[in-house]
């Protein structure tokens, strides 16, 4: 029941809606304007008092919920303590309610654990669906995006984005040399683990994006941020009891009162972060996504405009960058990396697409990814294979609606299986396989209809701010590793590819080989 993680409980303050579930003929008579009334509620398992379906979904719910589609079909319903969930699957189904039905699936639950962590401010978590809701995600969309492509620094990169994931791939290749050869002189344990490296370097491109700052690997403060977005990931993903049953978020347990704690530490760095950025704004020189959304705050007083965003809400904005772009990213280059080991022939076909398309003379950039279809269809099989975001962040209803002949009234919360689309035997044929040549057509270019099947980054209206730039990020790092270095496994060691339940799924524990360097560039 611990181990019943984060979408779960995301989904338990919706008690007052479960409470209504025996009652939705009358909701379906409050409806004045649709008539439903020949439409059933979604089928499901048959809950237990107080848990609910709890106990079915075990420890790992992807798979469970994945398993109880076939039996109900694209939508069915689960009670989860106190709450009912209806659990959306299938393509088509899930493209119908995100796109087709877009606001009516567009809402966020109204959750414990959200407003503890986002201090009900959020964009991401908190904040309803609505106009206010539209212009803020528009908004946080231009600062990315101004940002990203904003002027390179110094080096020869095509922009400021690529500028700061190059030097920090660049660095990464770096430590892990160094950690190899460290390792072979000091201790007996064979091979290097790449997570402490991986989450240092991936921490520095999205601290030099959001607040300007590039940490050295032992700077204090920094080792200080990477922990406390660790810990808060760790205590949500250990799941608590205030989040399945309401009543316990009046006593509070030890590990809700750390998460936070942690989350005051670090909204107290935020806050002197923008307080300094606010001090020497210079609307002439913007150094990160703070000074963008700054920027945003006075181009709206200058225009007048009336919205109802407060400018403390947009500059926060730069809240949910952070916490989005760590996570994801690390955990994606954490499978990749353990792909790439377990399947050294695709390695070599990655080496030799780096060899024919950039050479040793230079590093890999932005401008490669589209000239390398093997190494974009790798990366594709990642997300596919590993489907290591397996749910959506939790969607709710923004009113009564129907779908697929269902009734799904107002404020009902959703789950959004992406690991259920991305092992559907009907798209893929042999799901359970790592081949990355699915992708790819007979001309050697990436199928795109194929590619759109995949389902990591959710799709509509709440779909990932950050998805281009997620895969731009991936594409260097990956390239700039293996443009340095040759990864193996370590004699003996056992490659696990399967994951615990969990909001990013991350690999067991794996150690990679000492790495000869490839070509010197570097
Ligand atoms: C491989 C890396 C990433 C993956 C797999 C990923 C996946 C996701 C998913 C599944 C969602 C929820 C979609 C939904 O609720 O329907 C999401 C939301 C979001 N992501 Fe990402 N993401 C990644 C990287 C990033 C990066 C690098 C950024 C920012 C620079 C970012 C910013 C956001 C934001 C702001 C949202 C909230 C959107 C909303 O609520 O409307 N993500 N992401």
Redesign the pocket.
């Known amino acids: 029941m611990q181990r019943l993680t984060f979408y779960v409980n995301w989904c338990n303050s919706l008690s007052v809606s479960v409470s209504m579930s025996g009652c939705q003929p009358l909701c379906f008579c409050l409806d004045a304007q649709l008539d439903y009334t020949n439409c059933p509620p979604p089928p499901g398992p048959t809950p237990w008092p107080l848990v609910g379906n709890l106990l079915q979904m075990g420890n790992q719910i992807h798979l469970s919920l994945t398993h109880l589609s076939l039996q109900y079909g694209d939508v069915f319903k689960v009670q989860l303590g106190s709450l009912t969930v209806v659990v959306l699957s299938g393509y088509t189904t899930i493209k119908q309610a995100?796109v087709r039905q877009g606001d009516a699936f567009a809402g966020r639950p109204d959750l414990f654990t959200f407003s503890a962590v986002a201090n009900g401010t959020s964009?991401?978590f908190s904040e309803k669906y609505g106009p206010a809701w539209l212009l803020h995600?528009k908004l946080?969309k231009n600062a990315?995006r101004s940002f990203s492509q904003a002027e390179p620094r110094g080096s020869g990169a095509s922009c400021l984005l690529e500028e700061h994931v190059s030097a920090e791939a660049a660095e990464l290749v770096r430590v892990i040399e160094e950690l190899a050869a460290k390792g072979e002189k000091d201790c007996d344990l064979k091979g290097v683990d790449p997570v402490m490296p991986l989450v240092t370097s991936v921490a520095n491109v999205v601290c030099a994006l959001c607040f300007g700052k590039r940490y050295n690997y032992n700077d204090k403060e920094f080792l200080t941020i990477v922990h406390i977005n660790n810990e808060v990931l760790r205590i949500f993903a250990a799941g608590n009891l205030a989040d399945f049953f309401p009543v316990f978020r009046y006593f509070p347990s030890p590990s809700l009162r750390k998460m936070v704690q942690h989350i005051r530490r670090m909204n107290g760095f935020m806050e002197r972060s923008i307080e300094e950025h606010i001090n020497t704004f210079d609307k002439n020189c913007i150094r990160d996504i703070t000074d963008a959304l700054i920027a945003l705050c006075q181009d709206r007083e200058e225009s007048e405009d009336t919205s109802s965003l407060s400018n403390s809400q947009i500059i926060h904005t730069v809240l949910?960058?952070f916490g989005?772009?760590f996570d994801?990213?690390i955990a994606?280059l954490q499978w990749s990396l353990l792909y790439l080991i377990k399947f050294p022939d695709i390695q070599d076909r990655i080496h030799q697409e780096i060899d024919d398309h950039i050479g040793a003379a230079r590093l890999p950039g932005f401008s490669d990814k589209p000239k390398m279809p093997f190494t974009e269809a790798f990366l594709y099989e990642v997300f596919r294979h590993a489907s290591y975001?397996p749910f959506?962040?939790p969607?709710c209803t923004t009113r009564n609606i129907s779908l697929n002949g269902y009734f799904i009234p107002k404020d009902t919360c959703i789950f959004?299986n992406?690991y259920q689309v991305n092992h559907d035997r009907d798209i893929w044929g042999d799901p359970d396989t790592f081949r990355p040549d699915r992708f790819l057509g007979h001309s050697g270019l990436l199928n795109k209809e194929l590619i759109d099947k995949v389902l990591?980054?959710?799709m509509g209206?709440?779909?990932?701010?950050?998805?281009e730039?997620?895969r731009l990020?991936?594409f260097v790092f990956l390239t700039t590793l293996l443009h340095g270095l040759r990864i193996g496994n370590v004699p003996g060691q056992e490659l696990d590819l399967s994951a615990d339940f969990g909001l990013t799924m991350k690999p067991h524990p794996y150690r990679i080989t000492h790495p000869p360097p490839r070509l010197s560039v570097l």
């Open positions: 995100l964009m991401t995600k946080c990315l949910d960058i989005a772009g994801t990213i994606g975001v959506t962040i969607h959004i992406q990591i980054f959710g209206k709440r779909r990932c701010l950050g998805d730039f997620a990020e991936m």
